[in-house]
Structure formats: structure tokens, C-alpha cells
């Protein structure tokens, strides 16, 4: 007879800088063992700050520390306040099925209450969700219409107007070459963090 599985609490504390204008939510972090950095899309081979790296600085390798097969931890950190980019996950507690990193096989056991964190972050516009997941995730907390990759969908929140962007994953396992993931991420991070004051 299997042993049930365990549930896994959710390692971090949400990101959110106080002038966060973009919540990106991804489904849940890695387990221990692949993570190369004790923060958001730690993985060394998820490719979330290389897009980061091309998009802000047309260099794919900026955040990454090849020396040391990680990534600079506190650059990213500063970076994203000063962008005001809030980060955390859909879910706060999932079990494995498999023993790996895929949303297929995450049963989520806790979803996170998307609605409190956006209360912490009250000048966030714009919410970018990565991958399917969490995108399932969100559509069953809002009534809002999922809009196709790399565009998104205009919600509310308490009175408050958002639009809900749906992003690539940033996984190798998602077939998309990462110049062209980086390509959809930087129309969406030019809407919402560059052109955003013009709007």
C-alpha cells in the first residue's frame, strides 16, 4: 500500500516592493535540490532571467553567475524594486505526484489568495501569470476571459481595473526558443513597467 504523499508548504515569502506595478505569479518553486538561488525561478535551468537579461539589457547572461552555476541573487532583487515588479506563486501548498519540477504533476492542495496580495500592492495595474497552471489558478479566483499567449484581458479586483497578462513559461520543458519567449515578455513589460505613465 503507497504511503500518501506529503504536502509541501510554500518556501518563500511573497515579493511585493511598495511601488509594485506588474504581480508576476508562476505555480509553485522547484524542489530543494534544484534550486540555485534562495528566491523566485531558482532553477539554473529555467530561463526566466535570462528573458529578464535580454528584455532590460540585451544580454542574456546579466543575472547569471556562471562561476558558480547560480544567479546574482541580490541584483535581481534590487532590480525588481526598482522596476516595481512583485513576484510569488499561485500556490502555497501542492503535493508532488512525480518526482520533478512539472505542473502536470503538482496537485495544488492550497491556492494562494491572489485578491490579498494585490490588496498589499495597491498600484499594481498588471498581472502576469507563467505558465498553464497558474493560469487555471487565477481564472478560478476571477471572472475574467484567458486571453491567448503573450496577451492579456482586462479584470477587476475591488474596484480596481487590472489586466491579466498569460506568459510563457519560462521552462525548457515549454517548447518556445527563449529569444522568442523573450521577444512576448518584452511587449508585455513595455506595456505595463515602460510606457505605463503614459498611458
Same mark, same amino acid.
Given at each position: 500500500?503507497?504511503?500518501?504523499?506529503?504536502?509541501?508548504?510554500?518556501?518563500?515569502?511573497?515579493?511585493?516592493?511598495?511601488?509594485?506595478?506588474?504581480?508576476?505569479?508562476?505555480?509553485?518553486?522547484?524542489?530543494?535540490?534544484?534550486?540555485?538561488?534562495?528566491?523566485?525561478?531558482?532553477?539554473?535551468?529555467?530561463?526566466?532571467?535570462?528573458?529578464?537579461?535580454?528584455?532590460?539589457?540585451?544580454?542574456?547572461?546579466?543575472?547569471?553567475?556562471?562561476?558558480?552555476?547560480?544567479?546574482?541573487?541580490?541584483?535581481?532583487?534590487?532590480?525588481?524594486?526598482?522596476?516595481? !515588479?512583485?513576484?510569488?506563486?499561485?500556490?502555497?501548498?501542492?503535493?508532488?505526484?512525480?518526482?520533478?519540477?512539472?505542473?502536470?504533476?503538482?496537485?495544488? !492542495?492550497?491556492?494562494?489568495?491572489?485578491?490579498?496580495?494585490?490588496?498589499?500592492?495597491?498600484?499594481?495595474?498588471? !498581472?502576469?501569470?507563467?505558465?498553464?497552471?497558474?493560469?487555471?489558478?487565477?481564472?478560478?479566483?476571477?471572472? !475574467?476571459?484567458?486571453?491567448?499567449?503573450?496577451?492579456?484581458?482586462?479584470?477587476?479586483?475591488?474596484?480596481?481595473?487590472?489586466?491579466?497578462?498569460?506568459?510563457?513559461?519560462?521552462?525548457?520543458?515549454?517548447?518556445?526558443?527563449?529569444?522568442?519567449?523573450?521577444?512576448?515578455?518584452?511587449?508585455?513589460?513595455?506595456?505595463?513597467?515602460?510606457?505605463?505613465?503614459?498611458?
Amino acid at each position: 500500500m503507497n504511503e500518501p504523499l506529503s504536502v509541501e508548504s510554500h518556501p518563500l515569502t511573497p515579493f511585493l516592493p511598495e511601488n509594485a506595478k506588474l504581480l508576476m505569479l508562476g505555480s509553485f518553486p522547484p524542489q530543494r535540490k534544484r534550486w540555485a538561488m534562495d528566491f523566485y525561478y531558482p532553477n539554473f535551468i529555467n530561463d526566466m532571467w535570462r528573458i529578464f537579461g535580454i528584455v532590460f539589457f540585451d544580454n542574456k547572461e546579466h543575472f547569471v553567475d556562471r562561476k558558480n552555476k547560480s544567479f546574482f541573487r541580490e541584483e535581481i532583487i534590487q532590480f525588481l524594486t526598482e522596476k516595481g !515588479v512583485a513576484l510569488f506563486d499561485t500556490a502555497t501548498a501542492v503535493r508532488r505526484l512525480n518526482d520533478n519540477a512539472s505542473d502536470k504533476f503538482l496537485e495544488v !492542495v492550497q491556492p494562494t489568495d491572489i485578491k490579498a496580495l494585490l490588496d498589499k500592492i495597491p498600484e499594481c495595474k498588471s !498581472v502576469a501569470v507563467t505558465g498553464q497552471k497558474a493560469t487555471e489558478i487565477f481564472l478560478q479566483q476571477f471572472d !475574467v476571459r484567458e486571453p491567448a499567449i503573450g496577451d492579456f484581458t482586462d479584470f477587476s479586483c475591488q474596484n480596481r481595473r487590472l489586466q491579466f497578462y498569460r506568459m510563457p513559461s519560462s521552462s525548457r520543458a515549454y517548447p518556445l526558443k527563449l529569444e522568442r519567449k523573450a521577444e512576448i515578455y518584452r511587449e508585455m513589460f513595455e506595456r505595463v513597467l515602460i510606457n505605463s505613465g503614459n498611458s
